[in-house]
Structures are given as C-alpha cells and as structure tokens.
C-alpha cells in the first residue's frame, strides 16, 4: 500500500485531489491510503512522530508554514519520499529545488496533469528499484532492493551492504526477511546473522556462498538442505565454487 500526504490551506482544493487521486489509483489498480493536512507545521509533526509517506502532494502558499520551508524540515527527516509541488505562482519553482521536488502542478489543478504526473511517480516508487525503507536516529531512508547485497546482523544493530556503501540500522533480521517476502527479488537466509540477495551470489557451495563483492558468507549447517532445495526452484544458473 502506498501511502499519500495532500497538504493545502484550502479545503475545497484538498477534497478535489483526494477524490481525483483515489480515482486514479482505482484506475490503476494501486493500493493508496491518502491523509490530509491543512498546514505545513501538521504535516512536519506527523513525519516526525514517523509517519512515512511514499508521496506529497504540498501547495507552496500557505498562510502557517509554506510549502517551501515545510519541505525543508521534511528533508531532515525523510530524504526519499517524493515532493509533488502544487502552486499558483510558477516563479516560486527555482526556490524549491533545493528540496529535490519530483514535479509540479500549477493550480487549479487538472484532472489530465494530475494522472500523468500520478503515473509517473507510481513508476518512479515502483520501478525496478523496489525500496527498502528504514529509519535510523530519526532519519527515514530507501535503499533500492536490487543494489543490496546482504543483510548482516551483528548484535542490535543491522548492516545493510551494497557494492558502494554500508548503512546502519536498528532492528532484527527476522522481521527484514519477513518485510521482503512480497519483494520480486529473492533472498535467502544463509545464516542466523545473513540475508543475501541471491542475484548478488556469485558462487555456491555446499557450505558457503560468494557475493559479488568477494565476501564468503557460511551457510549454517541446518538451512544446507533449505539453501540447495531453493536454488533448484530458481531459474537462475549457478556456478559450483570450489
């Protein structure tokens, strides 16, 4: 289920894109909860007590806090979700970028714009790049699934390991697994302490596999006959290291 902000000062303009956004998402066949915002400060309270939203759409001109300096806060907390900018005035645009807006709709609102512009954004959170999203020390945060290469738990805390970088996050990794069973790209569990992303093995054995960054990973003793049992399912071929 995607989760949607509409935030706008004017109640006839906020009712108009929630009837026009769910009918969009009924015509598309996509899951959407929508939550209203009449001001700015309400809709920066609501991320920060960690209500995460896939997208926003935020009007610029409001009378408590303006989109613009609403936006900036936002940023603080939640460096993915997407902006969707509603505004009378297109002058206001350059002084947005820099909260990395992902389009613009000039009002009154257009039925035709807003289901391009709707579509696009669904491709964008839907892509390929299916999103893991996490929070760590009051910061919301995405990781395209298919750049990850493994989970490590270590302690309390979990290591989210792409070819580039390591993120850090708080949690366990048996609520990571469950979180990514509706995920098109598979993982597995190795170990007790690791979820690998089998499209990033670049070698099995009987007791280890090789992610494509080198690292050996051990596969624990009890989840062998699991491991081999589900690589067989899989379309794809894998190679025996030795």
Not at 116 to 138: G, L, M, P, Q
Not at 184 to 204: A, C, E, W
């Amino acid at each position: 289920m995607l989760s949607i902000a509409i935030c706008d000062d004017d109640i006839q303009t906020t009712g108009k894109m929630e009837s026009i956004i769910q009918k969009m998402a009924k015509q598309n066949l996509v899951n959407i909860e929508t939550e209203v915002f009449w001001d700015g400060k309400s809709l920066v309270d609501a991320i920060i007590n960690k209500n995460n939203f896939d997208l926003i759409y935020l009007d610029i001109e409001m009378d408590k806090e303006d989109g613009i300096s609403a936006a900036k806060k936002i940023r603080e907390y939640d460096k993915n979700v997407l902006i969707i900018y509603v505004t009378s005035h297109e002058n206001h645009m350059k002084e947005s970028f820099s909260v990395h807006p992902f389009q613009f709709l000039v009002k009154p609102v257009n039925e035709k714009l807003m289901e391009t512009c709707f579509k696009a954004a669904i491709d964008d959170i839907n892509d390929a790049d299916f999103y893991f999203r996490y929070s760590y020390k009051r910061v919301n945060y995405k990781v395209p699934v298919r750049d990850i290469l493994y989970f490590e738990s270590n302690r309390r805390k979990i290591l989210i390991v792409t070819q580039k970088d390591i993120y850090e996050l708080y949690g366990k990794l048996n609520e990571i697994e469950s979180s990514l069973e509706s995920c098109k790209i598979s993982f597995l569990r190795v170990h007790q302490s690791f979820l690998v992303n089998y499209k990033h093995v670049d070698g099995l054995a009987y007791n280890f596999v090789i992610m494509d960054n080198g690292k050996k990973i051990s596969i624990s003793e009890d989840r062998r006959k699991v491991i081999s049992e589900q690589y067989c399912s899989m379309e794809d071929t894998f190679y025996v290291a030795e």
